[in-house]
């Protein structure tokens, strides 16, 4: 019932290639993804030997211009092609995202040479995932107080610092790392660290509750040498830089909890049709059909916004009110819509036998990564009141 198999049910008009590209992406992941997702959720397997045929989908570099090695797709595509992924597998959902954010930075603010040394290799699959080096551990949402260090030492930048929570951290080709090269967030810088780059480590991976395959590390650097033709655009320009990629990085996230709510709806419905209490099928009950009913608005409402926000993201170039709005809302029903699915399973939505069980711990990390539920409310609160002092 998903707008990405049945794109007109929503009555918004999408077009042939944006339906093509996110059915693509969901049949991938229903086909190559799922079947192994229980198993490397358990294991807390990265999903490595799946880069390369994602890379020939076109969908590691989805936001980089056809010219630099990319797809060139618009963010409504982006969504729908999120979405379809994280149907089979939310772990890989939030690979592609950090990797399609970092890819999206290096195709608009990297130099010729950092395109094609980094960007057409990676985007061609050569180089495995990216990686998107923001937080610290004594900073998520404060990213302007990080103290990762870049100390221009001759031809290099020396770093020194520590990173938090980054996706893909071990198995990356390549990091964006943002470190300190002066005083307040008009002294943060943007740079291209290599993998094996030397004075580069990477710590445990994170016992985590869900997305327990996407490869969650810390990053230290200790020493970290840099070439300076590595800065990402100019000295201290790299705050903004970050900042300018959050709103389809928000999109995307919106799409991987449409993609993960759809799958949990669609084993409840199932689930109810199925079972049988006091002599009928579950979906009889009035109050099966009315919690079905109530996730089904929740999330068509949910699709509406996400849409509306990657359109004014393609019209307009920003949209920082309605991006926040489509994460913040796509996030929270996401989670609703998934516990109501598990308490349709009753005791059974508990095992791990059902599918629902790891939907729902997948779920609940959405609502906290991407600028989590209170920051989103901030920046929604502080376009209202820009715009009520005008």
């Known amino acids: 019932m998903d707008p990405i198999t049945h794109p007109d049910r929503l009555g918004v008009p999408l077009t042939e290639e944006q339906i093509a590209i996110g059915q693509a992406a969901r049949q991938f992941a229903l086909d190559r993804l799922l079947p192994g997702a229980a198993q490397r959720d358990q294991a807390g397997a990265?999903?490595?030997?799946?880069?390369?045929?994602?890379?020939?989908?076109?969908?590691?570099?989805?936001?980089?211009?056809?010219?630099?090695?990319?797809?060139?797709?618009?963010?409504?595509?982006?969504?729908?092609?999120?979405?379809?992924?994280a149907e089979g597998c939310a772990s890989t959902a939030v690979i592609l995202a950090s990797s399609n954010l970092a890819s999206q930075i290096l195709g608009i603010h990297g130099s010729p040479a950092q395109k094609e040394t980094w960007l057409r290799p990676y985007a061609e699959g050569r180089l495995g995932p990216a990686s998107f080096a923001l937080s610290e551990p004594h900073c998520g949402s404060d990213a302007a107080a990080l103290r990762t260090t870049?100390?221009?030492?001759?031809?290099?930048?020396?770093?020194?610092?520590?990173?938090?929570?980054?996706?893909?951290?071990?198995?990356?080709?390549?990091?964006?790392?943002?470190?300190?090269?002066?005083?307040?967030?008009?002294?943060?810088?943007?740079?291209?660290?290599?993998?094996?780059?030397?004075?580069?480590?990477?710590?445990?991976?994170?016992?985590?509750?869900?997305?327990?395959?996407?490869?969650?590390?810390?990053?230290?650097?200790?020493?970290?040498?840099v070439p300076v033709d590595h800065r990402v655009g100019e000295e201290g320009r790299g705050y903004p830089i970050a900042l300018s990629a959050l709103g389809g990085g928000r999109v995307g996230i919106?799409?991987?909890?449409?993609?993960?709510?759809?799958?949990?709806?669609?084993?409840?419905?199932?689930?109810?049709?199925?079972?049988?209490?006091?002599?009928?099928?579950?979906?009889?009950?009035?109050?099966?059909?009315?919690?079905?009913?109530?996730?089904?608005?929740?999330?068509?409402?949910?699709?509406?916004?996400?849409?509306?926000?990657?359109?004014?993201?393609?019209?307009?170039?920003?949209?920082?009110?309605?991006?926040?709005?489509?994460?913040?809302?796509?996030?929270?029903?996401?989670?609703?819509?998934?516990?109501?699915?598990?308490?349709?399973?009753?005791?059974?939505?508990?095992?791990?036998?059902?599918?629902?069980?790891?939907?729902?711990?997948?779920?609940?990390?959405?609502r906290i990564y991407e600028g989590s539920s209170e920051i989103q409310r901030l920046l929604i609160g502080r376009e209202l009141a820009r715009h009520a002092a005008r």
């Open 150 to 225: 870049a100390r221009l030492d001759g031809d290099d930048y020396v770093l020194d610092g520590s990173k938090m929570w980054i996706t893909s951290g071990a198995h990356a080709g390549f990091h964006l790392v943002f470190a300190r090269t002066g005083p307040g967030s008009g002294g943060i810088s943007c740079f291209v660290v290599p993998g094996d780059a030397s004075g580069l480590s990477t710590g445990r991976e994170e016992d985590k509750m869900g997305q327990r395959a996407s490869g969650t590390v810390a990053l230290h650097l200790d020493k970290c040498r």
């Open 254 to 366: 919106a799409g991987l909890c449409l993609g993960l709510a759809e799958a949990a709806f669609a084993e409840g419905l199932r689930y109810a049709a199925d079972r049988t209490a006091f002599g009928k099928p579950v979906l009889d009950f009035q109050n099966s059909r009315f919690v079905l009913a109530d996730a089904r608005t929740e999330l068509d409402a949910a699709w509406l916004m996400a849409i509306r926000a990657a359109t004014l993201l393609d019209r307009d170039g920003r949209a920082p009110m309605a991006s926040s709005m489509a994460k913040l809302y796509a996030s929270e029903v996401c989670d609703r819509v998934v516990d109501r699915m598990l308490q349709l399973h009753g005791g059974y939505g508990y095992s791990r036998e059902y599918r629902i069980e790891q939907l729902y711990r997948d779920a609940r990390v959405t």
């Open 46 to 85: 990265y999903p490595l030997e799946f880069l390369e045929e994602l890379a020939g989908l076109g969908l590691l570099a989805m936001k980089v211009h056809e010219d630099d090695g990319g797809s060139g797709v618009d963010n409504v595509a982006y969504l729908l092609a999120m979405a379809g992924i």
